[in-house]
C-alpha cells in the first residue's frame, strides 16, 4: 500500500509535534476530514475517550481522530463553543482539559513541541473569541442606546410643572391657622 502524500500544513505541523510511528491512518484521515480552506496550525498524541490518537488544531476547530485496530474515535471541536482551557502538568505529560459548554473533554499523555502549539493556539482562539463577543456586545448596546425613544414623562412630573409651587414655606398667620 502506498502512502498518500500528505498536504503542506499537515506535514509542518507533524514535523513540530513528535508523533509515533503509527500515527500514519490518522494522517491520511485527516487529510480526508478537512476542507479546502482549512488549515492545519498544531497537532500532537494524546490519550481522549480510553484511546490513544491526534489532537490537531485548525483555524476553525480542534480534533481528535483516533483510528486503531480496536478503537475508532473521531470528535469535532468548533472553536467557537470553547470557553475554558486548563492546563496541568507531571513529570513531563500534559493533560489538555477543553470546556465545551460546560462539559470537560480530558486529553492526557501530551508531551513535546507539539502539546505546547496546540494549548498555545487554543488561548489564541478562545481570546480572540471573547475579544469578538465583548465588542459584538458593546456594538449592540450602542445601537440600542442611539434607538432607544425618548422616555415619556411620568405623572409626577407632569403635575409639577402644571401646578404652581407647593414649595414655598407657609410662615405668619397662614401657618397659625393650619396648626
Not at 502524500?5 to 480526508?32: F, K, Y
Not at 502549539?117 to 456586545?137: C, I, P, S, W, Y
Request: aromatic content about 6%; glycine content about 8%; some cysteine.
Amino acid at each position: 500500500m502506498a502512502r498518500t502524500r500528505l498536504r503542506t500544513d499537515i506535514n509542518i505541523a507533524r514535523e513540530h509535534a513528535r508523533l509515533s510511528p503509527g500515527s500514519g491512518r490518522e494522517l491520511a484521515r485527516l487529510q480526508e476530514l478537512l476542507g479546502a480552506d482549512e488549515m492545519v496550525e498544531a497537532m500532537t498524541q494524546a490519550r481522549y475517550q480510553g484511546c490513544f490518537g491526534l489532537v490537531v488544531l485548525t483555524n476553525t476547530r480542534l480534533l481528535f481522530l483516533c483510528d486503531g485496530i480496536i478503537w475508532k474515535v473521531s470528535d469535532t471541536i468548533p472553536l467557537d463553543r470553547i470557553g475554558i482551557i486548563l492546563w496541568q502538568s507531571v513529570f513531563g505529560f500534559g493533560t489538555l482539559t477543553v470546556h465545551v459548554a460546560g462539559a470537560p473533554l480530558l486529553f492526557t499523555g501530551i508531551t513535546g513541541r507539539g502539546g505546547s502549539a496546540v494549548l498555545k493556539g487554543l488561548r489564541a482562539h478562545v481570546a480572540e473569541n471573547a475579544d469578538l463577543e465583548l465588542r459584538t456586545r458593546k456594538s449592540i448596546l450602542a445601537l440600542a442606546a442611539h434607538l432607544m425613544p425618548e422616555p415619556a414623562p411620568d405623572d409626577i412630573s407632569v403635575l409639577d410643572e402644571a401646578a404652581p409651587s407647593l414649595d414655598v414655606p407657609v410662615t405668619g398667620p397662614e401657618y397659625a391657622a393650619q396648626m
